[in-house]
């Protein structure tokens, strides 16, 4: 069935950095009316620069919204933005969507859920996975959490913003997804660590070597994006060693909640947290890298 097309909204973005910002800027080439807030000047006036508007606060942004995005760094911001005084549920509209696709705890997304349902707000989890080339092309992974109508009427919004827009449960769900995402992800970013490490000792000729196992089974998403960064051994933020650490914890949290048992996933939560303890938190996720070397005597 064919999506329908989003009618113009007028959307309070809260969060325009690395992937906020490129995603509010999508929404406006998507035709709609953009407010976007941040707590750095500079992010929005690069969103004014994109063709939205600016505003001075969260109430400012959200009082005039038929939606509000989130897109922050963790469960204290968006918990703050959310349910604090000067926050979204305090001076959106009743009927108003908030749909927060920060990367947060699934008991927090179901926490803000039931608040927003008491004060006549609705309220989508909608974590996104893609990185910053994804937030900038649109062609994000968007999976959401929340009422099945509320997915439904968001739904054409999302898909200004990603190509894999999917409903996978109720409150929660969204950030359980992504949670498993999260653990996926670093798992493949530590395997190929590990295998240009290996490769580069073997003396293989190693971007010929990337090459041919991007064509086969070892390929993936993760040797695609993050064979530049490990071949150069450069590694700007896409998405921060820091960031992953915090949400191999949400995954770590969620699986002990649930009975699950994770060894990979608990051997490679401390793997990220060695990084950060090696001074390595603001760099993107592919230094992990640099703790294969570390331990590897490169």
Same mark, same amino acid.
């Given at each position: %069935? ?13 969060? @325009?950095?690395? %992937? ?21 000047? *500079?992010?929005?006036? /690069? ?41 979204? @549920?305090?001076?959106? /509209? ?14 927090? #997304? ?15 989890? #909608? ?5 910053? #080339? ?20 968001? $739904? ?7 190509? !894999? ?10 950030? !359980? ?5 999260? *653990? ?14 290996? *490769? ?9 070597? *990337? ?9 993936? !998403? ?7 960064? %490990? ?61 294969? $070397? /570390?331990?590897?005597?490169?």
């Amino acid at each position: %069935m064919d999506t329908p097309a989003a009618q113009p909204r007028t959307i309070a973005f809260i969060g @325009l950095g690395i %992937m906020g910002g490129p995603m509010a800027a999508n929404l406006v080439r998507a035709g709609h009316t953009v407010i976007g807030f941040n707590r750095s000047r *500079l992010a929005v006036d /690069r969103l004014v620069a994109a063709g939205g508007r600016g505003a001075d606060s969260v109430a400012e942004a959200v009082a005039d919204a038929d939606a509000v995005i989130t897109m922050l760094p963790a469960d204290a911001e968006v918990t703050e933005v959310a349910l604090g005084k000067g926050g979204v @549920l305090s001076h959106a /509209r009743p009927g108003t969507l908030l749909i927060d696709m920060s990367t947060i705890s699934p008991q927090t #997304a179901v926490a803000i859920a039931h608040t927003g349902h008491e004060k006549d707000i609705r309220v989508l989890d #909608a974590p996104v996975s893609g990185g910053e #080339a994804g937030a900038i092309e649109a062609v994000l992974s968007i999976m959401a959490g929340g009422n099945a109508a509320d997915f439904a009427e968001a $739904e054409p919004v999302l898909r200004a913003l990603g190509t !894999t827009v999917v409903h996978v449960g109720p409150h929660g769900a969204g950030q !359980t997804v992504k949670a498993a995402n999260q *653990l996926i992800v670093a798992a493949n970013i530590q395997a190929l660590a590990e295998a240009v490490v290996f *490769l580069r000792k073997a003396g293989a000729d190693l971007p010929a070597a *990337l090459d041919v196992l991007g064509g086969g089974l070892a390929g993936s !998403t993760v040797l695609t994006r993050k064979k530049t960064n %490990m071949l150069d051994r450069d590694f700007p933020p896409g998405f921060r060693i820091d960031l992953h650490h915090k949400d191999m914890t949400i995954v770590t949290d969620a699986a002990r909640s649930v009975g699950a048992v994770l060894p990979v996933g608990s051997l490679v939560a401390q793997l990220l947290a060695s990084a950060r303890a090696n001074g390595d938190g603001g760099l993107d996720h592919s230094a992990l890298l640099r703790g294969v $070397e /570390r331990l590897s005597g490169q």
